[in-house]
């Protein structure tokens, strides 16, 4: 009887760890795969971050300088911290939606017509929406 509990302990104890070892082995992986995914998801904030910028500096003066400005300003993504992996943090429909008509109003009190301001805005905010997708 002990030589039968011994090898049941031993196999009982043989599983156990191999278990853990493949828990530990997923547990690995997915912290890996998070990495990757948080890596890539800062590229396309990058990328999405560039272009409004990029949209700011080449807007003629004027109605659409302002309006693509102040866009630029609000409708960045910023970057948070999860344990030590930065990710981005993107507004919410919400606060593109203050962007939006934070924007308007900018350009509406500075003399621009309120129509034109909100139609540019719209524009801004339907191709930010599609790099945002793309990346």
């Known amino acids: ?12 104890a043989s ?13 690995s992986e997915a912290t890996t ?13 990058e990328n999405y971050n560039g272009f409004i910028q990029q949209v700011a500096e080449h ?18 993504i ?3 911290w999860v344990g030590r992996l930065p990710v981005p ?9 203050v962007c939006e008509a934070s924007a308007v109003q900018l350009a509406t009190s500075r003399g621009h017509d309120a129509a034109a301001s ?9 191709a930010s929406a599609a790099v945002r997708a793309a990346n």
């Open 1 to 12: 009887m002990s030589g039968r509990t011994s090898i049941i302990v031993v196999v009982g």
């Open 15 to 27: 599983l156990a760890f191999a278990a853990l070892a493949f828990g530990v082995m997923r547990r």
């Open 33 to 45: 795969d998070f990495r990757q995914a948080a890596v890539a998801d800062l590229h396309a904030a």
């Open 59 to 76: 807007a003629p003066e004027g109605m659409k300088k302002t309006v693509a400005t102040a866009w630029a300003n609000c409708a960045r």
């Open 78 to 80: 910023s970057t948070k």
């Open 89 to 97: 943090s993107g507004p919410s429909q919400h606060e593109l939606d």
């Open 118 to 126: 909100s139609q540019y805005a719209q524009r801004l905010r339907a």
